[in-house]
């Protein structure tokens, strides 16, 4: 069952203005008490008139400059680069041009006709375990570089158990 919010607006309104607690009110409803001092202070503010439902619509619209649309389209086009990389150059472009983020990059792009998607996914690596069958059947030898071109060798039988070398 649906409940008419503006109704509920107003009984809440009319029982606080009898001398309700804030407490009962919202607990009889419930409604959290946020919830209800909004709608109270609407009240105090505008009367009545301003508990009714308000537009949601956007205020005002940003729209995308036409020399930047025309910039981002032309680095694809020229350069072939992807959004977070335009991103960047604009970012750091010193000039007339306002910066965008990669989401509004790519949906000029997209918009253009110029998003060439992959035919199938990217192969992902390193995503498999890597074990052996049988514990003490793997070494692992670590070359590092120290002063005096002298090389450290670190061997290690398990993980985290290092016996450096030299």
Known sequence: MKRDKEKLKR????????????????THVRVSRDMFYRWWGRYREQGWEGLKEKSRVPKNMHKTPMETVELVLCLRRD????????EGYLRNKQGGVK????????????????????????????????????????????????????????????????????
């Open 99 to 166: 910066p965008i983020g990669h989401n509004t990059v790519y949906r000029i792009i997209c918009d253009a006709g110029l998003n060439n998607p992959l035919d199938k996914p990217r192969k992902i690596w390193g995503r498999k375990r890597f074990e052996r069958s049988r514990s003490n059947s793997m070494w692992q030898a670590d070359y590092k570089l120290a002063e005096d071109d002298n090389w450290m060798l670190t061997y290690s039988r398990r993980p985290f158990t290092l016996h450096p070398g030299v």
């Open 79 to 86: 350069r072939n680069w992807g959004p977070s990389k335009i």
């Open 11 to 26: 009984w809440m309104i009319r029982r606080r203005l009898e001398g309700w607690k804030v407490t009962r009110i919202c």
